[in-house]
């Protein structure tokens, strides 16, 4: 591949020429709102769900995202097709834009629209093999309250708080509670438990991202004949727990082995866990916008 090339302000610049500027309140203040997608063999997976998530959450911080989804849907594709990838993560950030020092978002004339595709690095088949060690940390998840964990916006703080905690006590990945002490979520990924077969999530509303793989999780989980309940649960329940599981766009379904050093279940990833990893990839090259529909028709004939 020759050049990368990067979606900003309205056009296509390369790698090197993608720059903003230091008065951008994205930068300034983490003014903006993000999505984080995947393309799987030229299928930009549930595209439609990304773009509704990354509208809503521009709309409640009354950010006017300069294209509809029809013309973001555009843009994504023709980034991707850009860079001839067939397998990739796109980073898409609408920033309030360029204002004066003030926090005032009303200094900023206009919001600015990236998006990037870059190959994608597989997370290595050993860590789905073995699973991941999880630790739960003392800072607690925003409150829903203070600044919605639903609204996936540039202000990334309270996850990379909890993810250096998370590397300090030398494991995978942190455990967030809520204020009252029940499961929320992973630093970037939703967990789900299963216990005599029945699979837990927790409701988003007591603070975590309404993931995209987890919807998806459920759903598939549903239509294999697992029952699914989303309802509050605690660190005792996380830890009696047969089989434990992160969902995320970038490490799909990933089992979870070990949590705050009580082992689960036997300490390997379970078979419910692999069975919904199994399904998921099932789903993810035909689920979603095709970027290269041409190539797909020239390979059934
Ligand atoms: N929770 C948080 C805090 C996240 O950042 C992410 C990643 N976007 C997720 C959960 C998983 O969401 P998704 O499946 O849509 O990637």
Known sequence: MG???IFLGGEFVR????????????FLYGDGVFEGIRVYDGNVFRLDAHLKRLYE???????AIPYTAEEMTQIIVETVRKNELSSAYIRVVVSRGMGNLGLDP???????????????SLFPK???ERGLKVGSVATRRNRPDVLSPQIKSLNYLNNILVKLEANQAGVDEALMLNDQGYVTEGSADNILIIKNGVIFTPPVYLGALEGITRNAIIELAKQNGYEVKEQPF???DVYIADEVFLTGTAVEVIAVIDVDRRKIGDGKPGPVTNHLLEEFRKLVTVD???CYPEAKQKAVV
């Open 106 to 120: 009303a200094s900023c004339s206009m919001p600015r629209v990236i998006v990037i595709a870059e190959p994608l």
């Open 126 to 128: 050993e860590l789905y």
């Open 57 to 63: 959450s521009a709309h409640s911080i009354m950010l």
């Open 3 to 5: 050049s990368q090339y």
């Open 15 to 26: 790698k090197e020429d993608a720059v903003v500027s230091v008065y951008d309140h994205g």
């Open 234 to 236: 605690t660190r005792h």
């Open 288 to 290: 979603g916008v095709q």
